[in-house]
Nanobody, 126 residues
């Protein structure tokens, strides 16, 4: 069965850190754009970050630049999102997604993917 499993969410105080993981099973990350998206209550889903499995090129939304770092372990088919200096406005459900043969820019812009994870909740208290 092909799936993405997102994990690592939780409750953290403002200024704290969390590391999200997105593990693939049933397929490998060859030539995929793997993105993180988030959706806060009452708001539209937005693209947060993305990494290309083929060349390691990354993308960050302006709101998270300098605070979040995305990385990939191709051997483990896992993408990580290290989130530092968290703010209450980072509170959302975070989803990972994988899109075959597409750049990160297009992946984020399209808000679509071949596979979606189930989401993991991040809550940042003030």
């Amino acid at each position: 069965e092909v799936q993405l499993q997102a994990s690592g969410g939780g409750l953290v105080q403002a200024g704290g850190s969390l590391r999200l993981s997105c593990a693939a099973s049933g397929f490998s990350f060859d030539d995929y754009a793997i993105g993180w998206f988030r959706q806060a209550p009452g708001k539209e889903r937005e693209g947060v970050s993305c990494i290309s499995s083929s060349d390691g090129i990354t993308y960050y939304a302006d709101s998270v630049k300098g605070r979040f770092t995305i990385s990939i372990d191709n051997a483990k088919s896992t993408v990580y999102l290290q989130m530092n200096s968290l703010k209450p406005e980072d509170t959302a459900k975070y989803y990972c997604a994988a899109d075959l043969g597409i750049s990160c820019v297009l992946h984020i812009a399209s808000m679509g993917a071949d596979y979606w994870g189930q989401g993991t909740l991040v809550t940042v208290s003030s």
